[in-house]
């Protein structure tokens, strides 16, 4: 793994797309690129030289983000389902290269030609961002970054394209480039380390460009300034590990065998997201009630609460998606429970029992950060009794919605969890409208329902003394529906097996 | 002989359907053992739990005695895999696409080149060594999915329905190579519906139905536990046929006579001496016998005896 350039796989896409003729092409149409963009700058009104030669490295850089990320998130979203669909991923998958030899060579090796291309390009815009006065450390951090980002957004192509079955649904990983765009959404709140997802603020912050908001305060870690660079680079390398977790696990399952994570992964994965929370809440937006409140800078620890519970029940669901049991799994775990032979929290069990140590912990570390504030916030502005019920709340309705995924995996359908979660946002979308609907009939009403069948309402329920009664009411009511949803999984997992009918032929 | 691969209690669950089920085979050293039953069977489903492509329900694989599931890795390098339709990769020379997976298979770096060599040369594309493989016949690139298979010297070579949209040069080719193979002491489960593939190769078969093995093991073995009786094939000249009618009622272990022009097929449940005897007989009554012999049964009528009439 460590000597990654005598990678099978990795020489295999060597050979097969950089021919020496492809590669002249290559390199070929890169020059031409290179020399219009170069022909574009010159054309452009510049005081000096060094201002046309800073320009010059400016576009040279922005492209060879734009091309490398989006090549190698194409091709990486393609690269396992391709070979699925070509019939040939079964023989790698009997070699004895291991999953992480596998991942290595298809993240290396399956954009080889645009790491080429931007390989061409590379000394071209050193010595243009050298010439222009760019500092070494920038333009080298700038490398660095380029290199960083684009194997995190491979890995999400990758990761993609072990989930899908057809190569051109592979191009959904072009949609993780997305997260650049909406990461920057946080890059003026209480939470700006993740706005580091992005690479601009990181680009921007490295070659110290004022002029734009973006990546000009750095975020905080622990309260503690970090330079915007250090954190896209740590935040890169750690969720890639995740993904990297991910695709070794599974990279030589069948896409029905497929569990992202294990139990005690996912747990560690929210613990983990949760730290990230709390190390990137910039504290000196904390404002009490009594203070200067402003809504655009300023939070209540209530709203931090709220957040944390919000942050929590999307990534509740999200680990229970990932720790859905393959249907074939799970009657074997069915058939042992009832032998006596395996236990209810056991790996290919039913996922929701292990939503409840993750919630544990996320609300233990938001108790945590209380107390370690309890110096500038009294305790009390936390809420934290009735965000206790609010965690408990989200994980009764979280715990639903994975259970109702989980017998979606168990009928016939095809695509189960993604037709399962639209599914679900139906759910949602109706009753938000009955909700709405209840409104124009009675104002007082419409809460009471909304709260009745979504968790979301009681979010604006936090400034109440004390929790309402249909609150428990709603918790009370979707227990219910969990123990049916239960039944029907435990009805689907009795089901009689059928022997194979031969055809003769 | 040792096993060199062990299925035992191997049970496959898809959904609601069982595709297979308490699959116990055990193949020796040397062996060719044919797998063979209808569409639906579940032999694609065996071989790939054999080749540790697909996890079992129940049930487990060794193969040398490597666990498959418990440590693939470990396990793949005795183990060579064809299926029936398959695609290579066509942007690569034939002897790059085998040194990518002499590689793949952690061979020694200095054994590859020339055992690359070695396997072209069993499979006869000496001529198409640097040519791309996107220019080789269908035929062609299924041999270049043997070598593939054999690149590493695995101890058994699992082929399921290798001669699957093959015409029939193709197929020939393949089974004179299958043929040089076993006599280079490879083990090989191979799987076919086609069973006239399948005639005349095999060491050992196991007949498939439904997710079971109805029956495994020598062709022979299994014919003789299967009949009561021979089927003899008798051909004489001259006049003979009412002598030989009368000569051969006579017998009582003889049953199911059908005599056409001057040849007779007859079933016969004694021994071989008492077959020897009525050899004699007819001799002795003056009959010119031309021929006189078993006739020994093909993996077809085994197949269709077993299958359909007989057991199930």
Redesign the interface.
């Known amino acids: 793994m460590l000597r990654f350039w005598r990678n099978p796989l990795l020489i295999l896409h060597v050979r097969s797309e950089l021919r020496p003729a492809r590669a002249a092409m290559a390199a070929a149409v890169t020059l031409v690129v290179c020399i219009l963009i170069t022909m574009g700058c010159w054309s452009a009104d510049h005081n000096d030289v060094r201002e046309f030669f800073r320009d010059l490295y400016a576009w040279l850089l922005g492209s060879q983000f734009a091309v490398l990320g989006v090549w190698s998130a194409m091709a990486c979203g393609q690269a396992v389902a391709r070979e699925r669909e070509l019939k040939t991923f079964d023989f790698l998958k009997t070699t004895r290269l291991t999953p992480a030899e596998l991942l290595v060579g298809k993240l290396l090796g399956a954009p080889i030609i645009a790491y080429f291309a931007v390989a061409c390009t590379l000394p071209v815009s050193i010595v243009a961002g050298l010439v222009g006065g760019i500092r070494p450390a920038a333009v080298l951090g700038s490398v660095v970054l380029l290199v960083a980002f684009n194997l995190f957004y491979s890995l999400i192509g990758l990761w993609g394209s072990m989930l899908v079955e057809k190569a051109s649904a592979g191009a959904v990983g072009l949609l993780g480039l997305l997260a650049n765009l909406v990461a920057l959404l946080f890059a003026d709140g209480p939470f700006r380390g993740f706005a580091a997802l992005s690479v601009v603020p990181a680009l921007f912050s490295l070659h110290r460009l004022r002029d734009f908001d973006v990546g000009r305060v750095p975020p905080t870690v622990f309260g503690a300034e970090v330079p915007c660079v250090i954190v896209s680079l740590v935040l890169y390398v750690l969720l890639s590990a995740w993904f990297v977790l991910m695709i070794v696990r599974n990279l030589k399952r069948d896409l029905p065998q497929i569990q992202l994570l294990s139990r005690w992964q996912c747990v560690g994965l929210v613990a983990f997201l949760n730290l990230l929370f709390y190390a990137f809440l910039d504290t000196r937006r904390i404002t009490l009630p009594s203070g200067q409140w402003s809504f655009s800078h300023h939070f209540y620890p209530s709203d931090v609460a709220v957040l944390a519970v919000l942050w929590n029940g999307l990534f509740l669901f999200l680990i229970g998606v990932a720790a859905l049991s393959p249907p074939e799994k799970l009657k074997i775990w069915w058939r042992k429970g009832k032998a006596g032979e395996a236990s209810y929290l056991a790996a290919h069990g039913l996922p929701w029992p292990w939503l409840v140590p993750a919630a544990a912990i996320a609300y233990a570390l938001l108790v945590a950060e209380a107390c370690g504030l309890r110096s500038v916030v009294p305790l009390g502005e936390w809420r934290l009794g009735f965000v206790g019920l609010l965690f408990l709340a989200f994980l009764i309705f979280t715990a639903r919605d994975v259970l109702f995924l989980q017998w979606c995996l168990l009928t016939r359908m095809k695509h189960p969890v993604m037709k399962g979660i639209l599914f679900l946002m139906l759910y949602y979308a109706a009753a938000v409208i009955i909700g709405v609907v209840t409104g124009v009939f009675s104002t007082e009403s419409a809460p009471k329902v909304m709260t009745l069948l979504t968790a979301f309402a009681l979010l604006g329920e936090i400034q109440r003394p004390s929790a309402p009664t249909i609150m428990l009411v709603a918790m009370a009511l979707q227990l219910g529906v969990c123990v049916l949803i239960l039944v029907a999984i435990q009805k689907r997992l009795a089901r009689p097996v059928h022997i194979a009918a031969a055809s003769a032929g | 002989m040792p096993s060199v691969i062990e299925m035992s209690k191997l049970r496959k669950?898809?959904?609601?359907?069982?595709?297979v089920?308490g699959l116990d085979v055990s193949i020796p050293e040397g062996e060719i053992y044919g797998l063979i039953?209808?569409?639906?069977?579940?032999k694609t489903t065996t071989i790939r739990m054999a080749?540790?492509?697909?996890?079992p329900?129940?049930g487990r694989v060794t193969v040398c005695g490597v666990d498959v599931h418990e440590k693939?890795?470990g396990a793949?390098?005795f183990?060579g895999?064809l299926?029936d339709?398959?695609?290579?990769?066509e942007?690569?020379k034939v002897w790059?696409y085998l040194d990518?997976?002499a590689?793949?298979?952690?061979m020694p770096e200095p054994e590859i080149p020339a055992r690359i060599d070695e396997v072209i040369h069993e499979v006869g594309l000496e001529v198409k060594r640097d040519a791309m493989i996107k220019g080789l016949s269908r035929g062609m690139k299924q041999r270049l999915g043997i070598a593939?298979a054999i690149i590493h010297r695995p101890k058994i070579l699992l082929l399921d329905e290798p001669a699957s949209g093959l015409d029939p040069k193709a197929r020939l080719d393949l089974r004179n190579l299958l043929r040089s193979l076993r006599d280079q002491g490879t083990t090989v489960l191979i799987s076919s519906?086609i069973l006239t593939e399948l005639e005349g190769f095999c060491t050992s078969i196991g007949l498939m139905?439904?997710?079971r093995m109805i029956r495994s093991g020598t062709i022979e073995d299994i014919s003789a536990a299967e009949s009561q009786y021979r089927v003899v094939r008798l051909g004489w000249v001259g006049q003979a046929d009412a002598t030989v009618r009368a000569k051969l009622a006579e017998n009582p272990q003889l049953f199911g006579l059908m005599v056409q022009g001057s040849q007779a097929v007859f079933k016969f449940a004694g021994s071989e001496e008492e077959l020897a005897a009525v050899l004699a007989s007819l001799v002795a009554a003056g009959v010119r016998v031309v021929s006189f012999g078993e006739v020994k049964q093909t993996v077809e009528d085994l197949y269709l005896k077993l299958s359909?009439h007989e057991v199930m």
């Open positions: 669950e898809f959904d609601d359907l069982v595709a089920q039953g209808p569409n639906g069977a579940g080749c540790g492509l697909l996890e329900t129940g693939p890795e793949q390098q183990i895999y299926s339709f398959f695609s290579v990769y942007d690569l790059e990518f997976f590689h793949a298979y952690k593939r519906h139905e439904k997710g359909h």
